[in-house]
């Protein structure tokens, strides 16, 4: 059910750190209002693309389109503005600060301001409304107030998803939303990202390959920084080359 309309665009995108190319040439298009994930064995230059994206890393060559803009050469926090945002990692969550309290700062963040906690409280409630929408979202509205370092581990990943929610992004970058949860948090974070798709598109990084089956309605596959196959999870994970890379390694 392709509709040819992309929200990402990557054209020929490539990194080279010294003479090596850790991502070379990849095309990657994600059409609005899916779950697209990016998969590949160990080394593949997943990490490394998502960067790009996010442009956290500056690549090399190519270029990338947002909404049809160019966004090859534009800031992070621009690209965040625009409504591409990617998911923060548990090491940018304040543990000593509330649940509310850390999706606050990010919402400050994205907006310029300075981290000024000396701010009245009435210049921070500004905030609060989206910083709750957030977290209701993901079901940590209980939680508001515990301090996030409290949260149990699965609930920090929510955190995460709760702040780059309360950004209001039109895409969100997943960074393996999965890695180290046991399965009862797989499923609630599976249903939770399924819900955020609703009306939002996203591209995820995912070593799970059930939980990549389950949400993903394409994939594109890389190794040794390359485009292997891209399709269905039925198309590729048939795909001989795919098979083997993966065995290969
Ligand atoms: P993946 O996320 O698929 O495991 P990465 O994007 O992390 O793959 O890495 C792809 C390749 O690029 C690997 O061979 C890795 O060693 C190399 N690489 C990644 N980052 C750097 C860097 N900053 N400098 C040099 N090589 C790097």
Redesign the pocket.
């Given at each position: 059910s392709a509709t040819g309309d992309f929200i990402l665009k990557a054209e020929r995108l490539t990194k080279r750190?010294?003479g090596?190319a850790?991502?070379s040439n990849v095309d990657l298009a994600v059409e609005r209002g899916t779950i697209h994930a990016l998969i590949?064995?160990?080394?593949?230059?997943?990490?490394?693309?998502?960067?790009l994206l996010t442009k956290f890393l500056q690549p090399s060559d190519g270029a990338i389109f947002f909404n049809g803009r160019d966004i090859t050469r534009m800031p992070p926090a621009d690209i965040a503005r625009l409504g591409l945002v990617r998911s923060f990692q548990i090491s940018a969550v304040f543990p000593r600060l509330s649940a509310l309290e850390n999706v606050r700062i990010a919402l400050q963040r994205q907006r310029g301001d300075s981290f000024d906690f000396w701010r009245s409280e009435k210049a921070l409630n500004r905030f609060d409304g989206k910083a709750m929408a957030g977290l209701d979202e993901v079901g940590l509205a209980e939680f508001a107030a515990t301090p996030a370092g409290e949260l149990s581990y699965g609930r920090k990943r929510a955190l995460e998803i709760a702040t780059t929610l309360a950004l209001d992004p039109e895409m969100l970058l997943l960074d393996e939303p999965m890695a180290g949860m046991a399965q009862e948090d797989v499923s609630r974070i599976s249903a939770l990202i399924a819900r955020i798709a609703e009306n939002r598109t996203i591209l995820m990084?995912e070593h799970n390959l059930s939980v990549v089956a389950d949400l993903s309605d394409r994939i594109t596959v890389?190794a040794r920084?390359q485009v292997l196959a891209e399709g269905s999870y039925e198309v590729v994970s048939r795909d001989p080359r795919v098979v083997e890379a993966y065995i290969g390694v």
């Open positions: 750190f010294g090596f850790a991502v590949g064995p160990n080394g593949a230059g997943k990490t490394t693309c998502f960067n990084v890389l920084g």
